[in-house]
């Protein structure tokens, strides 16, 4: 038997109902809301074995305390503490309990899929850096007795950086108590694997790529039956374009928006993300940045994609996007009829919300807030880091490259001496 699993109280309130159904989603606004009365962190060694000595009580052959120290010192973003908000004390913080993850390469993943990933005492070799895009990611072992256990809500975050965004989650269930838990935020029964000694899966899909279940010498792939979302920043004037040509379909094709209105004057002073279903650009939104909150506006899905799911994608990406440059507050000027769509993107109406009217439809003021990433970019980040191309933060850059070159001063080399 395997210990590296959900270990979830009896009492718990997030399981699906008697369905099967799941009624908070992991990363629906309700399990969302719920989580922001707790707090995650990262642990030191010392903090992994205490908590790991008190989970082994509740947890049947669990894994020890060094081998998921030496994991963690791989790669951070394998465990997270949780604890509840008003416990949390950044100079002395005192972990309840805890989320254990493996984000795994492409080898780690097959292995997991065909039982052949020794998991509890994983290789380094087949975990992915903290740097490094895991092709999944495996629930490794979780202790979180009763609320602490909407703490996985917060965890995923962490998880699901801009890097992650597209990667599926996977999850065994040592029990029925705890395949309940996943069901009820989302996860699905995976196929049986033909051949695979591996258990059979729980699945939260991120990806709109197939399924592929390898298992020994054989690859039994599940039929694509979603389309595959992706959105990608605007770099280029081609990029730009495309949201020239999506907006101009809809606003001013469909909504018959003035030209002057639709393209205001500050489109220039934008980030613009392109939202694609499978290569085909779909959808686009903008952002703009002010003192101390950022703006998003101009979300648009052509017709014929908007049942993809495509336009909630791009509104949380780019509620990601605002987070990791520091902010903790977007704003948005929703269209009255569209409400309920904002909400379920985690905005909410504030007490005095401001009404607007323009362009032939009435507006209202919406909020999203969220607390400040610990790794947000500011003027103490490596510089290197900074001159990235934006939204790629995690990935080096040309001009990194360029330092190969050497120095050169041309206004001085050139001085007549």
């Given at each position: 038997?395997?210990?590296?699993?959900?270990?979830?109280?009896?009492?718990?309130?997030?399981?699906g109902n008697e369905?099967?159904?799941?009624?908070r989603?992991?990363?629906g606004?309700?399990?969302?809301?719920?989580?922001?009365r707790?707090?995650?962190?990262?642990?030191n060694?010392?903090?992994?074995?205490?908590?790991m000595e008190k989970a082994?009580?509740?947890i049947?052959m669990?894994t020890?305390?060094e081998?998921?120290q030496?994991v963690?010192?791989?790669?951070?973003?394998?465990?997270?503490a949780v604890t509840?908000?008003?416990?949390?004390?950044?100079?002395?913080?005192?972990a309840?309990?805890?989320?254990?993850f493996?984000p795994?390469?492409k080898?780690?993943l097959?292995?997991?899929?065909?039982g052949?990933l020794?998991?509890?005492?994983p290789?380094l070799s087949?975990?992915?850096?903290?740097?490094?895009k895991?092709?999944?990611?495996?629930?490794?072992h979780?202790?979180?007795?009763?609320q602490?256990a909407v703490?996985?809500?917060l965890?995923?975050?962490k998880?699901?950086s801009l890097?992650?965004?597209d990667?599926d989650?996977?999850?065994?269930?040592?029990?029925e108590?705890?395949?309940r838990?996943?069901e009820g935020?989302g996860?699905?029964?995976?196929?049986e694997?033909v051949?695979?000694?591996?258990?059979q899966?729980?699945?939260?899909?991120?990806?709109?790529?197939?399924?592929?279940?390898?298992?020994?010498?054989?690859n039994?792939?599940q039929?694509?039956t979603?389309?595959?979302?992706?959105?990608?920043?605007?770099r280029?004037v081609?990029d730009f374009m495309?949201?020239?040509?999506i907006?101009?379909?809809?606003?001013?094709?469909?909504?018959?928006?003035?030209?002057?209105?639709?393209?205001?004057?500050?489109?220039?002073s934008a980030?613009?993300?392109?939202?694609y279903?499978n290569?085909e650009?779909a959808?686009?939104?903008?952002i703009?940045?002010?003192?101390?909150f950022?703006?998003?506006?101009?979300l648009?899905?052509?017709?014929?994609?908007?049942?993809?799911?495509?336009?909630r994608e791009?509104?949380?990406?780019?509620?990601?996007?605002?987070?990791?440059?520091?902010?903790?507050?977007?704003?948005v000027?929703?269209?009255?009829?569209?409400?309920?769509?904002?909400?379920?993107?985690?905005?909410?109406?504030?007490d005095?919300?401001?009404?607007?009217?323009?362009?032939?439809?009435d507006?209202?003021?919406?909020?999203?807030v969220?607390?400040?990433?610990?790794?947000?970019?500011?003027?103490?980040?490596?510089?290197?880091?900074?001159?990235r191309?934006?939204?790629?933060?995690?990935?080096p850059?040309?001009?990194?490259?360029?330092?190969?070159?050497?120095?050169r001063?041309?206004?001085?080399?050139?001085v007549?001496?």
């Amino acid at each position: 038997m395997s210990a590296h699993d959900i270990h979830v109280p009896s009492g718990n309130q997030i399981a699906g109902n008697e369905n099967g159904r799941s009624i908070r989603p992991i990363d629906g606004p309700t399990i969302l809301q719920m989580a922001r009365r707790l707090v995650v962190f990262t642990p030191n060694g010392e903090q992994i074995a205490a908590l790991m000595e008190k989970a082994r009580k509740a947890i049947p052959m669990l894994t020890s305390a060094e081998i998921v120290q030496r994991v963690a010192s791989y790669n951070p973003d394998c465990f997270w503490a949780v604890t509840r908000r008003e416990k949390f004390d950044i100079n002395a913080p005192v972990a309840e309990g805890y989320f254990a993850f493996l984000p795994l390469t492409k080898e780690g993943l097959r292995g997991l899929l065909d039982g052949t990933l020794e998991r509890r005492n994983p290789p380094l070799s087949a975990i992915a850096a903290q740097n490094e895009k895991p092709a999944g990611v495996y629930i490794w072992h979780v202790y979180a007795p009763g609320q602490l256990a909407v703490g996985m809500a917060l965890a995923c975050q962490k998880m699901w950086s801009l890097q992650n965004r597209d990667v599926d989650l996977y999850s065994w269930s040592i029990h029925e108590t705890a395949a309940r838990y996943v069901e009820g935020m989302g996860f699905r029964l995976m196929p049986e694997i033909v051949g695979s000694t591996a258990p059979q899966f729980h699945m939260f899909r991120r990806s709109g790529r197939p399924i592929n279940l390898v298992a020994s010498s054989e690859n039994h792939t599940q039929p694509q039956t979603t389309p595959r979302l992706s959105v990608q920043v605007a770099r280029t004037v081609d990029d730009f374009m495309r949201a020239v040509a999506i907006r101009g379909a809809v606003y001013i094709g469909e909504q018959e928006c003035p030209y002057d209105e639709e393209f205001d004057g500050n489109d220039f002073s934008a980030t613009h993300l392109i939202g694609y279903v499978n290569n085909e650009p779909a959808g686009c939104m903008r952002i703009r940045y002010f003192a101390d909150f950022a703006k998003v506006e101009r979300l648009v899905v052509r017709k014929e994609f908007r049942s993809s799911g495509l336009a909630r994608e791009i509104v949380r990406i780019g509620a990601e996007l605002c987070e990791s440059k520091g902010f903790e507050r977007v704003c948005v000027y929703a269209q009255k009829r569209l409400v309920k769509f904002w909400s379920k993107c985690s905005f909410v109406l504030p007490d005095k919300a401001r009404e607007l009217v323009f362009s032939d439809f009435d507006y209202v003021e919406m909020i999203y807030v969220s607390t400040r990433k610990q790794d947000a970019i500011s003027e103490k980040t490596e510089p290197y880091v900074i001159i990235r191309p934006e939204g790629s933060w995690q990935h080096p850059c040309i001009l990194e490259r360029s330092i190969e070159r050497g120095v050169r001063r041309p206004s001085v080399e050139h001085v007549a001496t």
